[in-house]
């Protein structure tokens, strides 16, 4: 079984993310990285009510959570990660879909580890 991801608990950890942090922004997402001063990477993903009822809330941080899980042994360590979900989310957003917004702005901030090509 894979390991879990580590989550982001406490309304202080976003808050250090969204005022220190680097951030990169695609249609659907917005992700801030903050060094933790850990081994660990930690994500956190925020999805407002805005974005629609729980079942579609919930649905958006699986996906998320999910794509972190898969590309996470690729990044750097020692880093809180927070997702923001844009207010123009598309709702026909797919797995890959977040993928590829995910890769992309974490090739964009470098958080790759090195010999990563992409």
């Known amino acids: 079984m894979t390991k879990k991801v580590e989550s982001l608990k406490h309304a202080g950890e976003f808050r250090r993310a969204y005022k220190k942090g680097s951030f990169a922004v695609t249609k659907n997402l917005v992700v801030y990285i903050v060094d933790n001063g850990t ?18 809330r919930n649905r958006i941080k699986r996906l998320i959570k999910e794509n972190f899980r898969v590309i996470g042994s690729e990044l750097k360590l ?18 890959q879909d977040i993928k590829r917004a995910m890769e992309y702005m974490f090739k964009k901030l470098d958080m790759y580890k090195t010999g990563k090509s992409k």
Do not use: T
């Open 78 to 95: 020692g880093y809180d990660i927070v997702f923001v979900v844009r207010k123009n989310y598309d709702n026909q957003a797919s797995f």
């Open 39 to 56: 081994e660990n990477n930690k994500l956190g993903v925020s999805v407002k009510k805005n974005i629609g009822k729980s079942v579609k």
